[in-house]
Structure formats: structure tokens, C-alpha cells
């Protein structure tokens, strides 16, 4: 009855509706906390999720669709985020020679030397929050949340 308490909900809810509520709030709370991880390098939690798709495609190029495809929320305004990119010389962007409507995105040095740093930022974040769970808890997490997203 813990969420409850956070969300100062007074009646008992059922248990199918206080899971959800939990999964949201904790939703929000991790990524929260990964968004302050990224605050000192002048970066959003999509923009860092760019830089990693670009960065396992590297060093091939990857097109917008492919960011989006990839990308973990399915809601990001992908074009704004690489221009953002782009302006801070993460990425680079490049007309395709065979195919003119095509636009080939790659990670820049400067990118991947960025990712160093704020990698090893991330990675802190994602310690700290998991420090708590065992690994059969983080792996029975895992479990259940796949199984939440799959319906059969």
C-alpha cells in the first residue's frame, strides 16, 4: 500500500490499478533520476538516447526512421533531437549520394567522446537505483515487466 502513501490515495485500490499506478510512478522517478545524471552535460534523456542508437550503429549511418524505430519513446520529435545534436556537434548529418531524399546521421568523434563521460554519469544513476535489488530481483523484474508488455 506504499504507492498509496506517495500519491496520498486514502481508500485501498485494487490490485490491478495500484500496479500500474506503480509502474507510472516509478516510471517518472527513474527517469527522473537519470535526467539529473544527464543535467550536467546539457542533455535530455531522448537526446542520450540517440547518441546510443548512433553510437551501436557506428560506424555505419542510421536514418531518422531507424532512430525512431529504435528509439524508447516512441513520442520523441526525432528530427528536433538531431538538430539538437547536431548543434552541439554530437552528430553530423549527410545526404545520401545514391538516394537524395535519404539523410545518412552518424555519431561524431566528439560524440563518442561525450558518451565517455556521460556514460559512466548514467551507468552511476542506474547503480544507485537498482542498489536495493538483488540480480534474481532485477531479473524476476525483468521477467514480469516483459511478460506486462506481451499479452500472450
Same mark, same amino acid.
Given at each position: 500500500?506504499?504507492?498509496? *502513501?506517495?500519491?496520498? @490515495?486514502?481508500?485501498?485500490?485494487? /490490485?490491478?490499478?495500484? &500496479?500500474? +499506478?506503480? %509502474?507510472?510512478?516509478?516510471? /517518472?522517478? %527513474? ?6 545524471? #544527464? ?10 538516447? %540517440?547518441? =546510443?542508437? #548512433?553510437?551501436? &550503429? ?5 536514418? #531518422?526512421?531507424? @532512430? $525512431?524505430? =529504435?528509439?524508447?519513446?516512441? &513520442?520523441? /520529435? ?6 539538437? +545534436? @547536431?548543434?552541439? !556537434?554530437?552528430?553530423? =548529418?549527410? $545526404?545520401?549520394?545514391? /538516394? ?17 563521460? @556521460? ?7 542506474? $547503480? ?8 534474481? *530481483?532485477?531479473?524476476? +523484474? ?5 511478460? #506486462?508488455? !506481451?499479452?500472450?
Amino acid at each position: 500500500m506504499i504507492i498509496e *502513501e506517495k500519491l496520498k @490515495i486514502s481508500t485501498e485500490l485494487p /490490485n490491478c490499478k495500484r &500496479m500500474l +499506478l506503480n %509502474v507510472l510512478y516509478t516510471s /517518472n522517478y %527513474v527517469t527522473d533520476e537519470i535526467t539529473t545524471a #544527464l543535467k550536467p552535460f546539457d542533455i535530455t534523456t531522448q537526446q542520450f538516447n %540517440v547518441l =546510443r542508437i #548512433l553510437k551501436g &550503429m557506428n560506424p555505419k549511418s542510421c536514418t #531518422l526512421q531507424c @532512430i $525512431q524505430d =529504435r528509439m524508447i519513446s516512441k &513520442m520523441s /520529435n526525432t528530427t528536433r533531437l538531431v538538430d539538437k +545534436l @547536431i548543434a552541439k !556537434h554530437l552528430v553530423k =548529418r549527410e $545526404q545520401c549520394e545514391s /538516394n537524395r531524399r535519404k539523410v545518412d546521421i552518424t555519431i561524431t568523434e566528439q560524440g563518442l567522446e561525450a558518451l565517455k563521460f @556521460i556514460d559512466k554519469a548514467v551507468d552511476t544513476a542506474e $547503480q544507485k537505483l537498482v542498489a536495493s535489488l538483488t540480480e534474481k *530481483e532485477l531479473q524476476e +523484474l525483468d521477467s514480469l515487466l516483459n511478460k #506486462l508488455r !506481451h499479452k500472450d
